[in-house]
């Protein structure tokens, strides 16, 4: 009827009879024209403010429609593509993806304490921008769909109290905004103490009460890429093994449902390697998980159709196996100290190395092209976290791209030889790597993904770029560090996984 009006008419007799189904549907399309619009503007033949206030009421006008073609007996009209705008509907709403907020720590620390001390007044630009940011995300929940806008992720989480801070922030907004609160570890500080941490959160009574509005469920990210260029590729893998461990057993003591959430670069240093395998070798049940594919990895899994479905298979087939599989066998406290042993070792090498010897870092920066990278404008962020030219500064991510371009994939597997070499040089010690490469899925699963990376390097290109230091001789001891340990790597990785070259095992 409203349609008709629009044009002045009443609608015929034969309309009524026979076009109800159109009129539905062209009112349902105006309908849509009006929806998400901010702020919105009038639509021809709808009154004023007419929109679908949430996804779920198109849903409903897409039932009743298919309803009656059912009771009409036309089945094949109530499927095909009403039946595939039904289920976009349903996946999609009006948002087509959640989105995820991301913020450091330290902002909303300082502006948790500045709402505290001063209320709305002189505010910080940051705090100013962190406020309104809150209240778009609310608008967004209210106006595109309360699934538009998910999760809030605090990076740097360094305290339960950051993501009490992040909640204090979010309950003093008029419109208060609904979210998963996601505390983010990624330093091996943070990654040590992620388990307390989350028994300290999931305990206080304020947090209790905003849990269970979200379904009871508490996401946790897990961080490679910053641990790894702190204390390298083994130590980072033996603190995230560690950090998951520990979280399912706090989880199950507490009757909390947890979710591990993973951002996973394309290199092994950032995350990457095998998801399925990776999904498997984690050795905890009943825990989700949650991934991100970062960067180059979504062109290289998901451009081409038949390669997406078969990495979304590979990753339904692991979480499957991993759940319904015979209850795996708990690995030895042997091994778990064999692990620890191999991961201070490797630890010690690479900060040796990285950010002991004097002459590595005029090397890193002359002999690789950090600086050229770090002036591309492609990524997220900037390079550096601030303009000084020093380690801590550097984000992993062009840290990683660096090495990659010299084809020395450092932080791929350096520190590994010294670890298996220290660890291996007993025959019991040799002997215990062997039963972990052979018993251990995440055992096997590392020493596969540290095969790959050495694999991929290739020394000789990465020896022309040391011509390129400033100070060639410091440039060339530098270099044959880097050289000695991936020949050590190399050879104590075939040792203890039996093979005669890098990845025998994938022909």
């Known amino acids: 009827d409203l349609a008709f009006a629009s044009i002045g008419q009443d609608p015929p007799r034969w309309y009524e009879e026979t076009e109800i189904l159109r009129a539905k549907l062209s009112y349902a399309s105006r309908k849509l024209d009006r929806t998400g619009e901010f702020p919105p503007e009038d639509v021809p033949g709808l009154p004023l403010g007419t929109a679908y206030p949430s996804p779920l009421e198109f849903r409903k006008d897409l039932g009743l429609i298919r309803r009656a073609l059912l009771r009409a007996g036309l089945r ?56 309104a940011t809150l209240d778009i995300i609310a608008w967004a929940q209210s106006h595109i769909g309360p699934d538009s806008v998910r999760a809030f992720i605090l990076s740097h989480t360094e305290s339960a109290q950051d ?115 990776a999904i498997r070798a984690r050795g905890v049940r009943g825990v989700g998980v949650r991934i991100t594919e970062q960067g180059e990895v979504v062109s290289s899994k998901y451009s081409d159709r038949l390669i997406a479905r078969r990495n979304l298979e590979q990753v339904a087939t692991a979480m499957l196996r991993s759940e319904l599989d015979e209850t795996p066998q708990p690995v030895p406290e042997s091994w778990e100290i064999r692990l620890e042993e191999l991961a201070a070792i490797s630890k010690a090498a690479y900060r040796a190395l990285v950010y002991e010897d004097p002459d590595f870092l005029p090397f890193f920066l002359e002999a690789t092209p950090i600086r050229e990278i770090s002036r591309l404008n492609i990524g997220s962020r900037p390079s550096r976290r601030t303009s000084d030219e020093s380690l801590q500064t550097l984000r992993a991510i062009p840290w990683v791209f660096a090495w990659t371009q010299t084809r020395a994939l ?49 020394l000789s290109i990465a020896r022309e770029y040391v011509d390129l230091a400033g100070d060639r001789k410091a440039g060339k001891r530098v270099f044959a560090v880097i050289e000695e340990e991936f020949e050590k790597s190399r050879n104590w990785v075939l040792k203890v996984s039996g093979g005669k070259e890098l990845l025998d095992h994938e022909p």
């Open 410 to 458: 450092v932080p791929g597997w350096f520190g590994l030889g010294s670890g298996l070499q220290a660890v291996g040089s007993t025959q019991q010690g040799l002997s215990d790597l062997r039963s972990m490469a052979e018993g251990w899925p995440f055992f096997r699963h590392s020493l596969n993904n540290f095969q790959m990376s050495m694999a991929k390097a290739d």
């Open 163 to 277: 993501i009490l801070d992040l909640l204090f922030l979010i309950r003093r907004r008029k419109s208060t905004p609904s979210l998963d609160l996601i505390p983010l570890f990624e330093d091996s500080s943070s990654l040590g103490r992620a388990a307390p941490i989350f028994e300290e959160l999931v305990g206080h009574p304020d947090y209790k009460s905003w849990l269970r509005r979200r379904g009871g469920t508490q996401e946790v990210m897990l961080g490679f890429s910053d641990s790894n260029k702190e204390s390298g590729p083994v130590a980072s893998l033996a603190l995230t093994h560690q950090a998951e461990k520990n979280l399912s057993v706090s989880a199950a003591r507490l009757g909390v449902k947890l979710t591990l959430f993973y951002g996973r670069g394309g290199t092994i240093a950032r995350g990457g390697g095998r998801t399925g395998d």
């Open 76 to 131: 094949e009209e109530a499927s095909g593509k009403l039946s595939n705008l039904i289920r976009e509907v349903d996946l999609f709403g009006f948002h087509l993806f959640p989105m995820d907020i991301r913020q450091d720590a330290g902002i909303v620390r300082d502006a948790a304490k500045e709402l505290s001390e001063r209320g709305q007044k002189s505010l910080s630009p940051a705090t100013q921008e962190l406020l």
